[in-house]
């Protein structure tokens, strides 16, 4: 078993921030979702769908730019099949972010027309943002707020010390930190988390989780991976099917010839494979290696 099979990253404030968001979920109109463009099944918390029952729900696909375009319209057409709203983002260039307000419109639409029949047109929009650790949320925010941010005052019915910050065009947000679930049941899950750093490296094998990216990528983008490190793909030694080495013999290999190429040598001529390791995952959660995506609408 991996080591990214057995991630179990919980915190405790984690916990507290689910049964919050339960809690206040009446408080809201509509939620919007937050996940990484680049692993969108992945960076979905399975909890939300339940938290959220039938409040009207936004998804967006962030860090677009750093995602494979073409994987992206994929996925904004699965949703958009499946009854959900979806757009792509990316909160670091600001592309789309200006969308955000007309989709939660066009989403609302039906409930804007009975509040402008009862005589409520001018009636603030209250919506929850919420994601999973790094998926740029806070950025959304800040994003979103601009410089016109402020908080709203307490007001009836909303327990003191809720952040409620005021947005443009008629929008309030009530402020919600990150979540992750308690435990990740499907070990690809854990590593693709892991790869964008949505999980601490510090509980991880740095070494074994590149070498799984690099098997990902010579799979999906061999071109991007040659081109980014200059490597040969060639003869690269095939994977034992079962037993602890499963799944790093070739990944390894890979590890190795970005080592060598980046000259990253300590004595003696061996290859420093925790520095290739730190370097490939740092370049990959930077969008240096190129604009990718690891997972495809069929696996959700």
Partial sequence: MSEAARVQWFPGHMAKTRRIMASNMKLVDAVVEIT??????????PEIKRICGKKPRLVLLNKADSADPDVTSMWISHYKNKGLFALATD??????????YPVLKELLAEELLKWEARGMAGRPVRIMIVGIPNVGKS???????????????????????????????GFELLDMPGVLWPKFDDKLVG??????????????????????????LESDYPGLLTERYGISLEDLPEDPEDGET?????????????????GFLVSGGEINTERA???????????KIGRMTLERPVQS
Avoid: H, M
């Fill in 191 to 216: 590593e693709r988390l892991a790869f964008t750093g949505a999980v601490k490296d510090d509980i991880l094998d740095t070494e074994y989780l590149a070498c799984r990216l690099l098997e990902l």
């Fill in 36 to 45: 990484d463009a680049r692993i969108p099944y992945s960076s979905r918390n």
């Fill in 139 to 169: 950025s959304l925010i800040n994003r979103l707020a601009g410089s016109r941010a402020a908080k709203v005052e307490d007001r009836p019915g909303v327990t003191k010390g809720k952040q409620w910050v005021r947005l443009e065009e």
């Fill in 277 to 287: 390791a730190n370097t490939v995952l740092d370049e990959f959660r930077g969008g």
């Fill in 91 to 100: 909160c670091r260039s600001g592309r789309n972010v200006n969308r955000v």
């Fill in 246 to 262: 499963a799944g790093c013999v070739r990944g390894y290999e890979l590890l190795e010839r970005v080592g060598r190429k980046r």
